[in-house]
């Protein structure tokens, strides 16, 4: 099969394996990569260098032809002193034979077929010496086969090591180290800036001659052989790996004919451009979709009325097996049912259900009583928003107010100044800061924990059950429910403390606080320049419209049950992904193997 059959027959498979990530790239959309394009590209690399893109020609002057005259010229450089000896390296090994070779090909060191020079390291003295200042490339300049060459620094060199620690043009650039795929990564200098030089941690490979092919060297030393040999021969500490210049001399590097490498490397070029071809159209693909999306979602919560909303909800669900087809688009569609949840649009109401502005009147009652019991500061008068203070609509029979009026208690942890990390204990009585915080649940830190006498002098920051913590610096908004395991734990100096009626549904002030219009309310209210940092008064005067107790019981079991769902749709599509990815990877695997 061609790499042109190859690609059109499984294009389905190259395009729909894709799989999530933290960051973003080129082609992948900011969220996901397409890692079947990834695998298709790494199949093409390994097809090319062993010699199985493009049919060998039997007109072709032999490799050995090509190698002879090689040895001839370096042996003429070395006999005028113009290549440094450096001591001979043993015979290749047939364990060092990386593959069976086509014929025609042959193996050699990379030190057999270039001229290999480490380069300037910083610092070097140059005192009393005529100098030159040049720019000079460092291992974050050089990606496999690309060049970045966005920040280019400077070094002082002196002046009769200028022309050693040069690169020309045709040059390769080889990495000493870093992280483990640093190691060996090879880019070709193209001259555009000149003259430049190369520090220490990054090798320069200049030809032998001037009709071998760079393109050729460089496509290898990027391929998976060349990586598993730095991998192997490296010098590896902790996360970081390097190999030396030894090492690199050692590598093996296949030779075919000189006009078949011609021929690879433009097939190369030709399909890793229809790879760039497909990445953008799954790109943009996903892009669009993703546009549709948020265009559809978006009119849910738009919606003027429940028939509107209706109305709208069937649109979506006519095609929501198009829609909803990434782990992305559920997260989305979660976020929507939160803000459905909260202007009451997802349970029907009850006229049964005490009308919410004799909640809210209960709620002040209980906090005057508190308020006399000296446990509480006195509320304030009972606050009715108008329509202009409104952040979102919400059902007629529901009121709106602050979030002062609506909680019984707001109040900070302890200054900054009256805990120290010398202060920290194993085993104590836990603090919870916003780290702490994940997904409405409180996070044990044994290591972040103060001892007894520390805990009874903070004992007024302690919380109780049904308590919500609430972080107000960094991620503000992020909420936790105190439970009966946390009671009696210190609240941290980078968290609020919220207390409620008995009656009002946490889970309902973790949907609320959980909403795209409320993390905005407070993001873009915050104060503070290094790091985001809500204070009392914003909090305070925050709009929340509030239903009657059960009906936010009922809003919160609904909310639950869809979240279950989307949660099961999102395993789903995570197994089909995994399955996607899984056969790209078979399909690689049986195409190097025919």
């Known amino acids: 099969m061609s790499a042109r059959e190859l690609i059109s027959e499984h294009l389905d498979l190259w395009t729909g394996a894709v799989t999530k990530r933290s960051s973003s790239g080129r082609g992948n959309n900011g969220k996901v990569e397409l890692t079947g394009v990834k695998k298709l590209r790494e199949l093409i690399l390994q097809l090319a260098v062993t010699g199985k893109l493009v049919e060998q020609d039997a007109s072709d002057e032999p490799a050995t032809a090509l190698m002879k005259r090689i040895q001839d010229k370096k042996t003429q450089l070395s006999q005028s002193l113009k290549?440094?000896?450096?001591?001979?390296?043993?015979?290749?090994?047939?364990?060092?034979?990386?593959?069976?070779?086509?014929?025609?090909?042959?193996?050699?060191?990379?030190?057999?077929?270039?001229?290999i020079?480490?380069?300037?390291?910083?610092?070097?003295?140059?005192?009393?010496?005529?100098?030159?200042?040049?720019?000079?490339?460092?291992?974050?300049?050089?990606?496999?086969?690309?060049?970045?060459?966005?920040?280019?620094?400077?070094?002082?060199?002196?002046?009769?090591?200028?022309e050693r620690y040069l690169v020309r043009q045709r040059d390769l650039l080889i990495t000493e180290g870093g992280d483990w795929d640093k190691v060996g990564r090879t880019a070709i200098w193209d001259g555009s800036l000149e003259p430049m030089a190369h520090q220490n941690h990054v090798f320069r490979a200049r030809l032998i001659l001037g009709e071998q092919n760079e393109r050729w060297l460089e496509r290898y030393l990027n391929s998976r052989f060349a990586r598993d040999y730095f991998a192997g021969s490296s010098k590896q500490t902790t996360n970081l790996a390097s190999i030396n210049k030894t090492q690199l001399r050692?590598?093996?590097?296949?030779?075919?004919?000189?006009?078949?490498?011609?021929?690879?490397?433009?097939?190369?070029?030709?399909?890793?451009?229809?790879?760039?071809?497909?990445?953008?159209?799954?790109?943009?693909?996903?892009?669009?979709?993703?546009?549709?999306?948020?265009?559809?979602?978006?009119?849910?919560?738009?919606?003027?009325?429940?028939?509107?909303?209706?109305?709208?909800?069937?649109?979506?669900?006519?095609?929501?097996?198009?829609?909803?087809?990434?782990?992305?688009?559920?997260?989305?569609?979660?976020?929507?049912?939160?803000?459905?949840?909260?202007?009451?649009?997802?349970?029907?109401?009850?006229?049964?259900?005490?009308p919410a502005i004799d909640f809210l009147t209960k709620i002040r009652k209980r906090k005057t009583t508190l308020a006399n019991d000296k446990r509480t500061k006195r509320p304030r008068e009972l606050v009715q928003l108008d329509d202009s203070q409104h952040s979102y609509p919400a059902p007629a029979h529901w009121v709106w107010t602050t979030f002062?009026?609506?909680?019984?208690?707001?109040?900070?942890?302890?200054?900054?100044?009256?805990?120290?990390?010398?202060?920290?204990?194993?085993?104590?009585?836990?603090?919870?800061?916003?780290?702490?915080?994940?997904?409405?649940?409180?996070?044990?830190?044994?290591?972040?924990?103060?001892?007894?006498?520390?805990?009874?002098?903070?004992?007024?920051?302690?919380?109780?059950?049904?308590?919500?913590?609430?972080?107000?610096?960094?991620?503000?908004?992020r909420c936790a429910i105190v439970t009966e395991r946390e009671a009696g734990w210190i609240c941290?100096?980078?968290?609020?403390?919220?207390?409620?009626?008995?009656?009002?549904?946490?889970?309902?002030?973790?949907?609320?606080?959980?909403?795209?219009?409320?993390?905005?309310?407070?993001?873009?209210?915050?104060?503070?320049t290094t790091m985001t940092n809500l204070n009392h008064g914003i909090l305070k005067k925050m709009p929340v419209a509030l239903p009657s107790a059960k009906e936010q019981h009922r809003i919160?079991?609904?909310?639950?049950?869809?979240?279950?769902?989307?949660?099961?749709?999102?395993e789903r599509l995570n197994q089909a992904s995994e399955a996607r990815c899984q056969l790209a990877e078979a399909v690689v695997e049986g195409a190097l193997t025919e």
């Open 83 to 115: 290549q440094r000896k450096a001591k001979p390296l043993p015979p290749i090994s047939e364990s060092e034979v990386p593959f069976s070779l086509p014929s025609d090909w042959v193996l050699s060191r990379l030190d057999d077929i270039t001229d």
């Open 117 to 162: 020079q480490g380069g300037i390291a910083k610092g070097k003295k140059v005192a009393g010496k005529k100098t030159r200042t040049l720019p000079y490339l460092r291992v974050a300049n050089v990606q496999r086969s690309s060049l970045d060459l966005s920040e280019i620094k400077e070094i002082e060199i002196a002046e009769e090591d200028v």
């Open 250 to 354: 050692s590598c093996t590097v296949p030779i075919p004919p000189l006009e078949e490498q011609g021929r690879i490397v433009q097939k190369v070029d030709e399909l890793m451009a229809l790879c760039d071809r497909l990445e953008q159209q799954t790109s943009d693909q996903l892009e669009a979709h993703e546009t549709l999306v948020d265009t559809l979602l978006g009119t849910l919560t738009q919606s003027a009325n429940a028939t509107e909303l209706a109305d709208n909800w069937a649109r979506l669900a006519a095609h929501f097996d198009t829609l909803f087809t990434t782990g992305q688009s559920i997260d989305k569609l979660k976020q929507i049912i939160v803000q459905l949840a909260v202007m009451g649009r997802l349970v029907e109401q009850d006229a049964g259900d005490e």
């Open 404 to 477: 002062q009026i609506l909680a019984d208690d707001i109040s900070t942890g302890p200054f900054g100044s009256m805990i120290h990390k010398h202060d920290y204990v194993d085993g104590g009585t836990p603090l919870i800061n916003p780290s702490h915080m994940v997904k409405g649940h409180i996070k044990e830190d044994s290591s972040v924990s103060i001892p007894p006498a520390k805990a009874e002098e903070l004992s007024s920051y302690k919380l109780s059950t049904g308590d919500i913590v609430m972080a107000r610096r960094g991620e503000v908004g």
């Open 492 to 528: 941290g100096t980078g968290s609020f403390v919220l207390r409620f009626h008995p009656d009002l549904s946490r889970q309902f002030i973790l949907l609320l606080f959980s909403t795209d219009t409320v993390r905005n309310y407070l993001t873009g209210n915050s104060v503070g």
């Open 556 to 570: 919160v079991q609904k909310v639950d049950e869809l979240m279950a769902l989307c949660d099961q749709l999102k």
